[in-house]
């Protein structure tokens, strides 16, 4: 059986909230079988955040997730370090409004959580399985999700940008390709829409150390990129932290054309709309076709 997971222990990890600008420090808890990830702001008397569908509050330049008024934002790099490790219990304290960014990649969390240790739970995962292909589009962006054994990634990217234009990757998504081919690749930005985003009071601590900036031709950043196309992968880290807000590991293929935060939430939510062509499914269904293979005798 594919069994649920958690961490074996808890830990404490700081950093600064890239659109706040302020400290955060988190709180990893283990949790138990079917309690799913939970966020609770420490700071404040709220209820805990179930990350699931109910839980999005807004996407624009960052996944914010809350409830009753409570927030917290850029949660989509943890998530995607919790979904690639295949964690399915976890409650995250935080004491303030946003997870802190730390190098702008899922790497520090990845890191942190696989020290913590991965801890098997005695029940079996369950799935959100794809049955049927399913779009949505905006303009000329999209995504497509088919039926598909196991989780698969394609994501096409289009910039008009000299370091960037076309680049299009496939991923077989597990811990060990989450780890080798995804976790590293930063978020990026351009030169030109810093000084709007200060105005608007956002990317207040974003900095070359958690980010990678671009002016028209050129990687600002004295390191320059971790991989040639750390743009895509880092697109495909986003939306696997975004599929996290269907509240269990997902089974399919996403094709991804040109997609962010707003079209991702607006899959889970046609997704979970639509009454039938997916099913939740429990682990040990995925596994009985093998089982009714005649044995041979020797
Ligand atoms: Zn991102």
Redesign the pocket.
């Given at each position: 059986m594919t069994e649920q997971k958690t961490i074996k222990n808890d830990f404490y990890l700081e950093g600064v909230g890239l659109h706040s600008g302020k400290n955060v420090r988190i709180h990893f808890v283990p949790r138990g079988e079917g309690e799913g990830i939970i966020f609770q702001r420490v700071d404040k008397q709220a209820l805990p955040i179930l990350t699931n569908i109910e839980a999005i509050s807004e996407a624009n330049f960052a996944t914010i997730i809350g409830t009753n008024g409570t927030s917290i934002s850029t949660t989509?790099?943890l998530l995607a370090a919790i979904v690639g490790l295949g964690i399915d219990n976890l409650l995250i304290e935080v004491d303030g409004p946003e997870i802190p960014i730390m190098d702008g990649s899922s790497q520090v969390f990845v890191e942190a959580l696989t020290d913590a240790g991965i801890q098997p739970l005695n029940s079996e995962k369950s799935y959100v399985e794809v049955s049927k292909p399913l779009s949505v589009k905006v303009e000329d962006r999209w995504i497509t999700l088919y039926p598909y054994d196991g989780l698969k990634v394609t994501f096409t990217i289009d910039y008009p940008h000299p370091l960037i234009g076309r680049q299009r990757l496939s991923v077989e998504i597990n811990p060990e390709s989450f780890r080798k081919e995804i976790a590293f690749a930063r978020?990026f930005g351009f030169k030109k829409d810093l000084a709007n985003f200060y105005a608007m009071g956002l990317a207040q601590g974003g900095t070359l150390k958690n980010a990678v900036v671009l002016d028209e031709t050129h990687v600002i950043n004295p390191e320059g990129l971790r991989a040639r196309d750390e743009f895509v992968r880092?697109k495909i880290?986003?939306l696997l932290g975004d599929i996290a807000l269907l509240g269990h590991p997902l089974r399919g293929h996403i094709v991804a054309y040109k997609s962010g935060h707003a079209l991702h939430h607006k899959m889970v939510h046609a997704l979970m709309e639509r009454k039938s062509g997916w099913s939740y499914r429990p682990a040990h269904d995925l596994y009985r076709p093998a089982l009714r293979r005649p044995s041979f005798a020797v």
């Open positions: 989509e790099h978020t880092h880290l986003d």
